[in-house]
């Protein structure tokens, strides 16, 4: 049975960081008032985009009522106000711990599925720029924000985070107590859900829409992916360039699998010196073989890696014959090409957070994650190698097979958001492409 969002274990959770006051007021008539001073406020310190648009539903009233629902599948339903898109959206609920990148996070294919809900509590002040897209469009289900800036302050800004949203047709909700839903999901693990702004549909109607969905078991790379090969020149711009991973000076042709791929990706590629063909998810590796590729990569992508057995394939195919780079998604089809298995985690890896020790190197890295699903390290066969550990948790982070000239790693090297600390395994790809083509010779 659906029940109302003040459950006694919500109750019992810490108040939200800053939250209570404002949380209050929406309940009490005296307090309107200070609510329309804060808004007003924040919107007249913005220095250049005062946020004037509507479809936060400011219009004619100081403040919005909460107008949105997020029922979750263990039955809790949780009040918001939406912003972005209306409309009733299903998902799968993570969790991200970055404290800025909110627009890349947005564009990185890898969500599709699911909704992200932003731990850090305020989202939307920088706005949306035209630099930090990481793929054409946003794929995720929904947004899930505790306090939307009513106001943007960045000299990049090109549009509302609202806007964008309403225009990308993507649902998002705020105001609502994001710190207790990521406990609950600590707690019991990722949770299905739905967001819906249609009063029409009973809480019933909603739990059994989440009831009867699956992330399990479903090609979401197929949805993402490119639908025809094409050449990708764009490097780092020079004002962000620092240079880790800078190329030998020669030219390597890498073919990259698009799973959904991030454009950090391809950006730090082709400024380590590499030609870059990107190729569908469903492109042969045969074709790709006769591309006369010195390395191949296969990218990130969304959800669960064996509801992919064709992609499989076509790594199995490949693997041996050039030097191979897996990134998350690629680092589990990879894991399962070599004959290991993935598995499901309680809540996997969401943000720009996550500590990784390089076991050869033994170094420490601070990394950026985003995945759910993780390569079970004693499944796989002899002369493959656990390169990297999660420090959290213990899990495999990161894979090599050096008889078969194969890296991969479990997170993004290429960050975007997040921290730069991994970005010189770029270079050790490169190195490990010049290492095949020397003997090779
Ligand atoms: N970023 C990714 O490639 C995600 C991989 C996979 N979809 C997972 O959730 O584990």
């Known amino acids: 049975m659906a029940t109302r969002a003040a459950t006694t274990s919500l109750l019992s959770d810490p108040p939200s960081f800053g939250s209570s006051s404002r949380r209050t007021s929406q309940h009490k008539t005296g307090n309107a008032v200070r609510v329309f001073m804060v808004i007003r406020c924040s919107a007249s310190l913005s220095t250049s985009n005062s946020f004037t648009d509507t479809t936060l539903g400011l219009k004619g009233k100081p403040w919005k009522i909460a107008d949105t629902r997020l029922v979750l599948e263990d039955g809790s339903v949780w009040n918001a106000k939406s912003f972005g898109a209306s409309g009733t959206q299903v998902g799968e609920v993570v969790f991200n711990t970055s404290l800025t990148g909110y627009q890349e996070i947005l564009t990185d294919p890898s969500y599709a599925g699911q909704f992200v809900l932003m731990t850090n509590p305020h989202i939307g002040n920088t706005g949306i720029n035209v630099d930090d897209e990481e793929s054409q469009q946003c794929f995720l289900s929904g947004l899930v924000v505790r306090s939307l800036s009513m106001s943007t ?27 207790a839903i990521t406990r609950r999901l600590r707690q019991d693990g990722s949770l299905r859900g739905v967001l819906s702004t249609d009063a029409s549909k009973t809480d019933k109607d909603l739990l059994e829409m ?18 025809a090969p094409y050449e ?11 240079n880790t991973a800078s190329g ?7 073919v990259a699998y698009d799973f ?34 010195d390395g191949v990569l296969f990218s990130n992508g969304p959800g669960d890696p064996s509801a992919v057995p064709y992609a499989v394939e076509t790594v199995k195919q490949i693997i041996g014959k ?13 894991g399962q090409a070599l004959g290991g298995k993935t598995f499901k985690m309680k809540f996997g890896h969401h943000g720009g957070n996550h500590p990784v020790r390089d076991i050869r190197k033994n170094r420490v890295e ?7 699903y993780a390569v079970d390290p004693d499944s796989l066969p002899e002369g493959a190698q656990m390169t990297h550990i999660n420090l959290n948790d213990k899990s495999c982070a990161g894979l090599a097979f050096p008889a078969l000239n194969i890296m991969s790693l479990q997170y993004h090297p290429e960050a975007s ?23 090779a010779e």
């Open 153 to 179: 302050s960045n000299w990049r800004c090109t549009e509302h985070l609202s806007d964008y949203l309403a225009k990308r047709n993507i649902m998002g909700i705020y105001d609502v107590d994001t710190r």
């Open 210 to 227: 989440s009831h009867n969905w699956s992330i399990v078991g479903v090609d979401l790379i197929s949805g993402v992916s490119c639908s």
């Open 232 to 242: 990708w020149v764009d490097k780092t711009g020079s004002e962000w360039e620092f």
């Open 248 to 254: 030998v000076g020669k030219r390597f042709h890498v």
């Open 260 to 293: 959904g791929i991030k454009h950090n990706i391809l950006r730090r590629l082709a400024s380590a010196g590499c030609k870059i063909t990107v190729v569908p998810s469903t492109w042969s590796a045969s074709e790709a073989l006769k591309m006369k590729p």
């Open 322 to 334: 050039v030097p191979v780079f897996g990134i998350c998604m690629g680092h589990q089809l990879l």
């Open 366 to 372: 601070i990394s950026a994650q985003n995945h759910n």
């Open 417 to 439: 958001p997040g921290p730069h600390d991994s970005d010189s395994v770029f270079g050790e790809f490169i190195f490990m492409m010049e290492q095949a083509k020397q003997k």
